[in-house]
């Protein structure tokens, strides 16, 4: 299995970078620890949608893989999200590399 050499403090910055970067107001909050759910910085429903999908891009998830994140969890917290990441990831990075992936899907 893949395994990234990215920190829990790395992986709250682009789960917050990527749901800041679907926010469609200024109502955003970033989430400070892994505990915290998704819904805490306030992302609608679409939001959260974009935000497994450019999760899902980053770590190159297969689609197929992407939508059983929703049918095996009912919390989604920053544990939950990393830990199917860490599961079904076919890319690898160090933290100079996911800066540059995320910076890259973002456009």
Not at 49 to 65: C, I, K, Q
Not at 70 to 84: L, P, Q, S, W
Request: aromatic residues 10%; hydrophobic residues 35%; glycine residues 4%.
């Amino acid at each position: 299995m893949p395994s990234n050499s990215i920190t829990d403090a790395e992986f709250i910055d682009v789960i917050n970078k990527l749901s800041e970067y679907e926010h469609n107001d200024d109502n955003f909050v970033p989430i400070t620890s892994l505990d915290q759910s998704i819904l805490d910085t306030n992302l609608d429903s679409l939001g959260v949608m974009m935000l497994f999908m450019w999760l899902d891009t980053t770590f190159g998830v297969s689609e197929e893989d992407g939508k059983k994140f929703f049918e095996d969890n009912k919390d989604i917290t920053g544990h939950t999200i990393v830990a199917f990441i860490k599961k079904y990831q076919t890319r690898c990075y160090t933290a100079e590399e996911l800066e540059h992936s995320v910076r890259s899907v973002m456009g």
